[in-house]
Structure formats: structure tokens, C-alpha cells
């Protein structure tokens, strides 16, 4: 079974500061990488996915992620936070089989971004 | 387009009762995910449902069990509660291929199970 690790279960940095959260995962086949958000009050949302192609994906509001396949990694990068990015973040994977299947998503325990203005 | 909806959104029980949880996807969706959320455990995955048919399964025990009827519509029951059961259960939906496209899952506002 898959696992993924997010590494910091809280930050707190100042509007302006740049941000990356990381995320590594343990499955060693084929993978759907994802990034959820969940705002204060709000559903769990997507912010960015990789599905194939391209390894560095844009998403919403500025957030960016780099899959690092040699790494098991998929860093959410984003160059200047606002008060407002202010979340829960979930890294999720899910593994992709060869016959056409997929597992269920597997999530991180979740980091708690807190942007002072 | 509506979102996902799922009733009730809160719900109280005692040990050993069974309860039933009901989700509706965004219309067209034809995958529906079921996850529980914890704080200990974080959110886990349950099942699946793609046209009618449970296609995934998380590692949860035989008293987690759910359906989906022909509008896409699902629902999961859960029989002799447990006080560990209290969570937040969290359904989500995906258009097309679902979970093995790589699709987007749009998740709904929750359940809160509270076990007493």
C-alpha cells in the first residue's frame, strides 16, 4: 500500500515570503499526484494535479508543484503568499495500474499554512 | 452547476446502531469516492462507486459498506457503530473515468458522525 508524507504539519510565514510545502510518496509504479485545499470553512478543493507529461504544473492562484519521479517527490512551490492562502494543504496520490485501474486516493496528514499579514 | 451535496450533515449515534449516509454528485458525475476523516488517522479512503459498481476498496472492516443507484447517486452504511467511527465522512465526485483517469474529485461539505 501507498503512503505520503508531507513534512511540515504546520507553517507560518509573512505575507510576500515564498513557500514550499513537501510531499513524498512511496509507491514505485505509475502515479496521479494531487493537491487539495481545504480554506477555513470551505470543501476540500483542487489546487493542481499531475496525471502524465509536463512534471511542473501550474494550478490556481499561483500555486506551481515539480513531480521529481528519482525523488518520490511533488513539492508545492508558490512565489509570494497572501494572507489570504491561509489553509489546510493535502497531498494525495493515488496509483495507476497497467490494466487500466487505479487505487484510492491516498492523503498526507494535511499542513496547516498560516500567513501573517 | 449544484456541487456535491450529502445529508445529513451532522448526525448523532449510539454504540451499535447502524446509520446510513447519503451523497449527491454534481450532476453528470458518474464516480462517487467516500473518505473518513479523522484527526488521528487524517482523511482515509473507503470506496468507490463508477456506474453502479464498487470498483475500489480502502482497507476498512465489512461493516463500512455503500451502494449507488442508477442517478449516480451513492450511499454508505456503516452497521454496529463504534465510538472510533465518530468522523467527518467526506464524499466526493468525479466526471468520465473517475479515479482511474486521474480525474479531479470534487468533494462535498461532510458528514459529522458523532458516536456515543
Known amino acids: 500500500a501507498q503512503s505520503v508524507s508531507q513534512h511540515n504539519h504546520h507553517v507560518i510565514l509573512s505575507e510576500a515570503a515564498s513557500l514550499e510545502l513537501g510531499c513524498n510518496y512511496s509507491?514505485?509504479?505509475?502515479?496521479?499526484l494531487f493537491w487539495y485545499v481545504q480554506y477555513p470553512g470551505q470543501h476540500l478543493q483542487l489546487l493542481l494535479k499531475y496525471f502524465s507529461g509536463d512534471p511542473l504544473v501550474k494550478g490556481i492562484k499561483g500555486f506551481e508543484a515539480e513531480f521529481i519521479k528519482s525523488k518520490f517527490s511533488f513539492n508545492l512551490r508558490k512565489p509570494s503568499v497572501q494572507w489570504s492562502d491561509t489553509a489546510e494543504y493535502f497531498c494525495?496520490?493515488?496509483?495507476?495500474?497497467?490494466?487500466?485501474?487505479?487505487?484510492?486516493?491516498?492523503f498526507g496528514k494535511g499542513t496547516h499554512l498560516i500567513i501573517q499579514p | 452547476k449544484a456541487g456535491v451535496t450529502q445529508t445529513p450533515r451532522y448526525l448523532i449515534k449510539t454504540r451499535g446502531q447502524q446509520v446510513t449516509l447519503s451523497c449527491s454528485p454534481i450532476?453528470?458525475?458518474?464516480?462517487v469516492s467516500w473518505y473518513q476523516q479523522t484527526p488521528g488517522q487524517g482523511l482515509q479512503f473507503l470506496f468507490e462507486y463508477f456506474s453502479e459498481t464498487q470498483r475500489n476498496k480502502g482497507n476498512f472492516p465489512g461493516r463500512f459498506s455503500g451502494r449507488q443507484f442508477s442517478n449516480s447517486r451513492s450511499e454508505m452504511n456503516v452497521s454496529t457503530l463504534e465510538l472510533g467511527d465518530s468522523a467527518l465522512y467526506l464524499c466526493a465526485s468525479s466526471p468520465a473515468r473517475g479515479l482511474a483517469g486521474g480525474d479531479e474529485q470534487f468533494f462535498g461539505p461532510g458528514t459529522r458522525l458523532t458516536v456515543l
Open positions: 509507491y514505485g509504479g505509475t502515479v496521479n
Open positions: 494525495a496520490v493515488n496509483a495507476q495500474y497497467s490494466g487500466g485501474g487505479a487505487d484510492g486516493l491516498t
Open positions: 450532476s453528470g458525475h458518474r464516480s
